[in-house]
């Protein structure tokens, strides 16, 4: 295994994949307990993750800014990508779980950052701090809505589908104004996108994919939520 680089679908992907899900599990197990036990508790194990997550969020910000290899990039260090924006919502979520704010974080989670495990645009093996912040920052997005769907309960409702979806696309064409002005690729809806190719023609099958996404959640949500009940 070659520790300088990393490959899609590769065995060093599957131990990612597999090492964040145990990671997951184990936060949300220990949250259950706790909460079994005190709630009050758990609010407190909650917010010292929310600590925690504003923490990796500056380091990881002051990085791409200002100390990655390449230094300052216009075209890529501004955070501005999904996975930036939704690694402060899911610290703003942990810390002050309003309803609205979890819902971001779950759409915006679950049914984009997600994808990071699936293709990730990572090239950078283990040997590089790239890597590793690549790989924190999305497990913090992914697991913290996982969190609050299986430790803290939380199920979308149909307004709230409309609410991410009416916030993502607001966003989405706000970057697409943004990439055609400065010519680049902020959350992958740029005119040149590797990511997104298998998509097709630029830029309309980025929206209705959004749409598809939430889509997808909703229904999965409201299948969970009329499961019976084991007896």
Known sequence: MNLETFEKFSLMHAIVVIVSALIVAIVVFLSRK?????????????LGMGIAVVAFQILH?????????????????????????????????????????VTLLYFWGVGLSITAFIIPVLT?????????????????????????????????????????LAVTTGYVLALLALNIVIDANYGYVGRESQATEFLGAWPFPRLPLIFLGGAVLEIAARLRTRRPARP
């Open 34 to 46: 706790i909460r079994a036990k005190s709630p009050a508790k758990a609010d407190r194990f909650r």
């Open 61 to 101: 910000n002051i990085y791409w800014l200002f100390l990655r290899d390449n230094g300052f990039d216009l075209y890529e260090s501004l955070p501005l990508h999904f996975c930036d924006i939704s690694g402060l919502v899911a610290a703003a979520a942990l810390l002050f779980p309003l309803r609205k704010i």
């Open 124 to 164: 950078e093996g283990p040997t590089h701090l790239v890597f590793w912040t690549f790989w924190s920052s999305h497990l913090i997005i992914v697991g913290s809505a996982i969190y609050f769907v299986l430790a803290e309960g939380y199920k979308p409702a149909f307004k709230d589908l409309l609410f991410a």
